[in-house]
């Protein structure tokens, strides 16, 4: 099937969503260019906000020809003058004027493409033609020359309304069943990224055309797999202790999990066994630090565990492995982990009950707990019940979940 991010490309302007100020100026920028000071534009913002489409949109409307470089194949000024000399060389026969789009200028690195960076230095100060750059973040020190000859424009996130309305549309097009409640819960999942959103509606409706809550649920679960995924590959493939340091910053699994993660992956991907022994040495005392929080409530132990289990596990290995391997879930370990979280829940929710009730736990565990949920379930029953027994957050949590 055709991937709905190129079948919804905007063609006008007009299809473009939540950019209308920038859009508007780079537009200026484009029509006014004799009289511009300067002469490339600089646009960023995050990915799937409509910077790279925006462009072919206006320069369709305008009636200009847009020269796509690629900004990676820029090496040098040789190679750059080739492509863009050529290009702009040939007449083309109905044009108005031609546009030089370099995409994605981020991937330039500093010390290599030092000549690709000046090359385009070089571009913008000879071109008789509207010079358009792309960036993610443009902010890198390495950029700085073409910063200062540019016109910086940014693009927004999008907000959820315009995201919700990108999908909308394309859901009406396609006949895609939805409810606007559903509709604006998947807008609001994906961080402003159009693209991204496009691609989680494309993937849920596939098999039927219809949009469910529970498919939404469904996507968050393997948004949050995916995220750990990577974190591991972080850790594992890199020997760079800076990079493998923050790899766990945005999963949402708590450390149990990720311990467990590492424990059931680590194996797959160190098969050297001096490394093994090393980063399980980590582990062990990650391990050690996390009983300390549990029993002490030692919170500040957690940078130590993380170093541990990012830095200190990436640096176990030798070298890299360069094999590729899937990382699994915990399977047995995280099953019994949980059903013994399970447990321990209960047990604390009876202990509450027997101290008030002045009853011994066991007799709660047997008559009163299994009762519990239906009593949770009614709504005035449930706020007196919690203040009375004074459950906690996740002894609440677990209540609720015997409900469903
Ligand atoms: N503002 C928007 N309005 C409508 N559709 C959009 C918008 N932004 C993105 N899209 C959709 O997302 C797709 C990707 O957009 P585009 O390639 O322009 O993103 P980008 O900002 O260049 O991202 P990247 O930085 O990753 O290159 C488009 O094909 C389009 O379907
Ligand atoms: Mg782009």
Redesign the pocket.
Known sequence: MRP???K???KTTK?????DDVVKKLGKFIVNFSKEKKNSALIY???????????YAIADELGYEVIEVNASDMRNAEQINQKVGNAIKQQSLFAKGKIILV??IDGLSGHEDRGGIQAITKLIEDSSFPLIL???NPFDNKFSSLRSKSNIME?KQ?DYL?IFK?LKKICDYEKIKYDDGTLRALSRRCGG???A??NDLQALTQEKKELTVESIEELADRNKTENIMTALNKVFKTTDLKIAISAFESVEEDLNEQLLWIDENLPKEYTKPEDLARAYEMLSKADVFSRRIKRWQHYRFLVYINALITAGIAAAKNEKYRNFVVYKPTGRILKLWWAKQKAAKKKAIAEKIALKTHSSKKEILKNTIPYLPVIFKSREMRSGIINEFEFDNEEIEWLKNQVK
């Open positions: 709905l991010i190129h919804y490309i905007p299809e473009i969503f939540g950019q913002g995050p990915s799937g906000t409509g910077k790279t489409c925006s462009v995409d994605e792309t960036a993610t693009f999008l315009s990108i990224d159009a693209r959103a496009i």
